[in-house]
């Protein structure tokens, strides 16, 4: 019964059959509705899972429910054997990543079952959205409140992370995903590092 059931499930899917009562209209009603859920997925495999669940996102028609997808990174300094020292992104919260979305019963078995990923973070696997202080804690929110107003060869303060402090110049900007690319001197030698827009400011005049 239960193998028949997700075969419903999957055609319904496949159909983007989604219940009327589910369907959504409008970013503005999408971001009140939705909230952010936690993933639990092998260890080292947050980036496969990441890159699974985008495509099946995309297979099953998902935009309208599945709004955002976030791994936590951190930049840390570390140091070469001959001594040279170098910016290093790495995951903060292994095995874990977070996705705002429009949660149904109707697309549970597709997110679990995306490689990679071996279940929602909630009691006895099933889905717990996180409290809204909680997200405020995590700063997951700080990318729809961020607004991008800088491009390439323009000038800015770094005030967050182990460059804090330091002036760069921009030389790439990724709007959609608000991050950007700049150069920085360290140590002698100029150094492309990837921010988010959240961590820089515009250089004062």
Not at 144 to 162: M, R, Y
């Amino acid at each position: 019964m239960e193998e028949n059931k997700d075969n419903t499930i999957e055609k319904d899917l496949v159909a983007n059959d989604i219940p009327p009562e589910l369907k959504v209209a409008g970013n503005q009603r999408r971001d009140s509705e939705a909230r952010w859920y936690v993933l639990h997925t092998f260890n080292g495999y947050e980036t496969v899972a990441e890159d699974n669940l985008k495509k099946v996102i995309e297979k099953y028609h998902l935009e309208d429910r599945v709004l955002e997808i976030f791994i936590p990174t951190e930049d840390i300094m570390t140091e070469k054997k001959d001594g040279t020292k170098m910016i290093k992104t790495q995951h903060s919260m292994p095995t874990y990543i977070f996705v705002k979305m429009i949660y149904g019963d109707d697309i549970w078995h597709t997110i679990t079952r995306t490689r990679g990923i071996t279940g929602f973070v909630g009691p006895k696997g099933r889905p717990l959205p996180l409290s809204n202080t909680d997200v405020m804690k995590m700063r997951l929110e700080r990318k729809l409140n961020t607004k991008v107003a800088f491009e390439v060869d323009d000038v800015v303060n770094i005030i967050d992370g182990p460059l804090m402090g330091q002036t760069a110049k921009i030389t790439a900007v990724d709007a959609a995903n608000h991050k950007i690319t700049v150069v920085v001197n360290m140590f002698g030698r100029s150094n492309k590092v990837e921010l988010h827009t959240s961590q820089v400011k515009a250089l004062e005049n």
